[in-house]
Antibody
């Protein structure tokens, strides 16, 4: 059974960089069939996709967060990581890592980008609070 | 932008009774590759979303057969043939995580 586990600091100061790692067990992150993504959910609110990565290192980001996000993969450790810079209180959320199976082209009213679909396995999530 | 509209927004069901949730998208979800990327998730309090149905009508591994999905184009339905206590939570239909719909809250009477 595939399992994903998020790890990292639960408290980050404003203007600093949030860093999280997702460790995958029970399956290989190097599988050509899957992508690996980060999603967040502010308390009491809906889900927001942050970005995704393929085992080869190709990355796909939510246009609204792209300027602050870096996602990387370490296939030797079966892990992928998230860095979100210049955080504010608005970045306080439960952060999930998850696996998804497809990326499809999508155009909103303002931009075109790659849209992740078919999220099948999720980590339990980790609460990150941005506060001084 | 695609907008997903679910009805009802809340549902109170007696155990053993059926339930149905409607989902309408503002644009057709039929992709140029012939697939319809429409998924149903259930999110229980304090937990991540769990996948129930993928690509309109396919039950994900381990999902009880009391859950079924149907529809095409812009109109979709999730049906639970006999609701059980463990089915409580918020149900979401979505093409992707982004943008995100409002969900339907299922409670047990």
């Amino acid at each position: 059974q595939l399992q994903l586990q998020e790890s990292g600091p639960g408290l980050v100061k404003p203007s600093e960089t949030l860093s999280l790692t997702c460790t995958v067990s029970g399956g290989s992150i190097s599988s050509s069939s899957y992508y690996w993504g980060w999603i967040r959910q502010p308390p009491g609110k809906g889900l927001e996709w942050i970005g995704s990565i393929y085992y080869s290192g190709s990355t796909y980001y939510n246009p609204s967060l792209k300027s602050r996000v870096t996602i990387s993969v370490d296939t030797s450790k079966n892990q992928f990581s998230l860095k979100l810079s210049s955080v504010t209180a608005a970045d306080t959320a439960v952060y999930y890592c998850a696996r998804h199976r497809h990326i499809i082209p999508y155009c909103s009213s303002t931009s075109c980008y790659s849209l992740p679909v078919y999220f099948d396995y999720w980590g339990q999530g980790t609460l990150v609070t941005v506060s001084s | 932008d695609i907008v997903m509209t679910q009805t009802p927004l809340s549902l109170s069901v007696t155990p053993g009774q059926p339930a149905s949730i409607s989902c309408k998208s503002s644009q057709s979800l039929l992709h140029s590759d012939g697939k319809t990327y429409l998924y149903w998730y259930l999110q229980k309090p304090g937990q991540p979303p769990q996948l129930l149905i993928y690509e309109v009508s396919n039950r994900f591994s381990g999902v009880p057969d009391r859950f079924s999905g149907s529809g095409s184009g812009t109109d979709f339905t999730l049906k639970i043939s006999r609701v059980e206590a463990e089915d409580v939570g918020v149900y979401y239909c979505m093409q992707s995580i982004h943008p995100f719909g409002q969900g339907t809250k299922l409670e047990i009477k």
